[in-house]
């Protein structure tokens, strides 16, 4: 396929362009500033502000499939202004289905949000996000599917591995989620489908339920030597873990998470073997694409 993604500059943007090019489609990359990260010559680069029409009509023309990435979120450091939130998250994406309806194009992903909801503008614009998918495939009778990502903002990386037991998400799981959610479109799998994107450990539920009385023995079980990890970088554990049920996600999309916490601590253990730097690291930049 041909596809647009935009906001491809972005930190999950540069992850899906990875993920597409993998699977052999054309990439055309949508930003307001080329991001370097992808090959010169691997994917096309067009420069868009999704608030401007001409720069989405120009993007979109040409394209089979589109997955649009490009919003402010409400944690974005240095901060940017509810207006410009609003304007980005919610008319951009108006702009961006608008040319998606005229030139066609049938299949969609829209990034929406655990934070989807009426607790902030950033919130709001996702609930009018998703409305927007809503109103534009009963339209256009186009495949959309809403993803509801979990957080995945750079962290540290000690910190980030505590996040996948709460609210986080790896990118490279964002990535592949998204990339099946096209292709699931694309094979007209569904006509308008929501779905969470968030991270599974594969882990009993009196455990999940009771982890920081339990969950230090449970990682000793998965990866010895995880007990006095945990100890060492000061990893506090949740009272419990948030999941959720992706078994929709596995059966619509042929979708589910492959990095959970036990692979951090993998990667942490093997780290601290070899003396390798990790208070100062960063995710996702020193993690593999």
Known sequence: MKVLVTGASGNAGQAVCRELLQAGHQV?????????????????????????????????????????????????????????????????????????????????????????????????????GEDLCRAYHEMTGASIAMLRYHEFIPRPYLEFGARLLRNGVDRRDIASATVKALEAAAAEKFGLFQTIIHTSHGMPEPIRADFARLGADWCEQQVPGSAKLLDSYGIELPQEVEQHDLSEAKRVMGWQPRVGFIDFLRDLKLRDEQGLRIRGLVVPSELPN
């Open 28 to 128: 055309r990359m949508a930003d307001v500033m080329p991001s370097g990260v992808i090959n010169e010559g691997a994917a096309e680069f067009v420069r868009c502000d999704t608030r401007t029409v001409s720069d989405v009509q120009q993007a979109v023309r040409g394209m089979d499939g589109v997955i649009h990435l490009a919003a402010w979120h409400c944690a974005h450091q240095p901060p940017v202004s509810d207006d410009t939130i609003f304007a980005v998250n919610v008319d951009g994406t108006y702009n961006v289905l608008e040319a998606c309806r005229k030139e066609g194009i049938r299949s969609i992903v829209y990034a929406s949000s655990m934070a989807y909801g009426w607790g902030s503008v950033y919130g709001v614009s996702k609930v009018i």
